[in-house]
């Protein structure tokens, strides 16, 4: 058997014209980026055909959440074990 802690998410809300949290569309005073692939960032093609490494679609993802972008590996919090 196998078990983890899980962490319950509240529900963030999402603009679908800069692909951003924090604010709705309506609100949105970002560059309009309902074009591109919210997984990735790029214009052309929607999620369904993106071809992203995962680290292009995590660094898309903290750029958006106002994360500076680093070289730094994420580590777990101390105590939160994550593999095992």
Do not use: I, Q
Not at 4 to 24: E, I, N, S, T, Y
Not at 28 to 48: F, L, T
Not at 51 to 79: C, K
Request: aromatic share 8%.
């Amino acid at each position: 058997m196998v078990s983890c802690r899980v962490k319950v998410v509240a529900d963030r809300v999402w603009c679908f014209k800069c692909l951003a949290f924090g604010h709705m569309g309506r609100d949105c005073k970002r560059p309009d980026r309902s074009g591109c692939c919210w997984m990735c960032g790029e214009v052309g093609y929607k999620a369904a055909a993106c071809t992203a490494t995962n680290e292009a679609r995590m660094a898309f993802t903290r750029a958006l959440d106002g994360h500076v972008e680093t070289d730094r590996v994420e580590r777990p919090m101390e105590g939160d074990e994550t593999s095992g």
